[in-house]
């Protein structure tokens, strides 16, 4: 979704704002715009495309050391130049870059307008360049909170004035900026990716708070225009682990990046001694976790999915009822916070604003609420009363794969944890902690054998529909199967639970429409087998992710075979083979996988 980005200091800012925008191309975006400000005022452009159009654009001579910059993804008007950032005021002398929705912009452009300003795009943006540079206030930060006063809305803002050239205005509210402190040189992002070149040095700025970067430092203020104090923290993504390192997209590098990063999420939490799992970043006390009598996990998309798979294994092994809801409809049907509910907040950017929505109303009504969170001091993690971080990496590619799977690791462990205080034997706690051990190794093992998926990946890339179909433990995973397939081979597929293909979807099988199908050796599996030959005595064409152990030679299906591990922790590995199906019937299909239409790495709208 949208980027910012910023530059202020003693180098031409164009190339670098160019280059920070193309390392926040992967968010997701439609057009893409920079103003630098030089000494004969502000240059601006824009453009519709990619940031190379927008590069390729920029006149020869563009000196300006100050600069902002955005990528645009489209939510008030359609994707066409004028709606593009950085949004001026009518003279030219404000620009602004902005992330984030502005409720009210309507009341304020009919405002704008009968006051005899010309609005020249359809955003809500616009607005806010209009309202600033009509404040009367004496600096540009008071002009800026004169402007805030009047909007309600999210946003992350960046502000140039050709009045005061030597400095950039930030403000955050509910969308994420980020300082990087360079040697007298400053930069400014929305995501922590456009600055590790440049940095490792970062000040997250907090909702409601204020910014003025210069050459020189920074100065964080609040609303009231009083001092706030903001240290820099460290951060560990290094330029490497955002370059694709010889693989043909990031998805493919996710993938196999697995092993590595599920032995990251593993990695020190491991209390072998008591057969459970350290969380230190919980922040909740074995007292408080044993008096919880219900745990609640919320999130979107595929995060919500593994949160399925989550509350099954917190279910199995803490015997704590649980359950999983949509973050984007939780807010909105009037939910029950209860004091003895553990609420769980998953998500990789820690930025998707209706998972973070539903934190705010957990937090505002009393509630506890934990976050398992990929990105270090994203807007979720810092929301949480405590958490695990999912130490996945960075992740580009828009469909989310390693990170999913050390969102599946973390529940695996805060389910041990959980269970470890309430009945889980040491012996069965013992069992999950060596099942947890195997799976880097058995990841690797599955990533090993990659290529014998392309055949079937052949024939399902000629399908125009296909079903996912699990039973308990495998239907999150065929959930999660059939979104990876929708979202980058653009071919529609629909999980369903196997026992409900009976009571309607079997109408729909036929020589054309693939069942993909999870078995894993369980107390299901004969169950699974008679839906399986249900579906081959219609001629529908079978794929089978399953264990061995199974033994499917009677049947006419194919099988893609995953490697055994504890019943609970399977459905881990399971969901392994159905990535690298939707990358390679992608692939096949020409798309481009990265990047799938219509979507944005991190959805911070609502
Ligand atoms: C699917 C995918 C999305 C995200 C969802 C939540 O591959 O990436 O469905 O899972 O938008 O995003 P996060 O985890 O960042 O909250």
Known sequence: MCGIV???????????LVEGLTRLEYRGYDSAGLAVLGSRGTTAVRRVGRV?????????????????????WATHGPAVEQNAHPHRSGDGRISVVHNGIIDNAATLRTQLAQDGVTLLSDTDTEVIAHLIARSEAETLEEAVLDALSRITGTYALAVLDERHPDRIVLARSGSPLIIGIGDKEMLVASDVAALVRHTNQVVHLDDGELATVTPAGYRTFDRGNSPTTREPVEISVAAEDLELSGYPHYMLKEIHEQPEAAAMVLRGRLDERFATARLDGLGLEPRELRGFRRVKILGCGSAYYVGQLGAQLIEDLARIPADAEAASEFRYRKPIIEPDTLYVAVSQSGETADTAFAVEEIKRKGGRVIGLVNVVGSTIARTVDGGVYLHAGPEISVASTKALTNMSLAFALLALHLGRLHDLSHADGDRILRGLQRIPEQLEEMLSRAAEIEPLAREIAKARSAFYIGRVHGYPVAREGAQKLKEISYIHAEAYPTSELKHGPLALIDEEMPTIAIIPDDELAERNLAAAEQV???????????????????????T??????????????LTIPTQLLAYQVAVLLGHDVDKPRNLAKSVTVE
């Open 560 to 573: 893609i075979l995953v490697p055994k591990n504890e019943p609970e922790l399977d459905p881990i590995l």
């Open 52 to 72: 190379r159009e927008l590069q390729a654009a920029l006149p020869s001579r563009l000196t300006g050391k100050v600069g902002i910059g955005h990528t645009r």
């Open 536 to 558: 081959l005595a219609r001629r529908g064409p079978l794929v089978a992710i399953t264990h061995a152990s199974v033994g499917l030679g009677h049947l006419d299906a194919r």
């Open 6 to 16: 910023g530059y202020i200091g003693h180098q031409p800012a164009a190339p670098i």
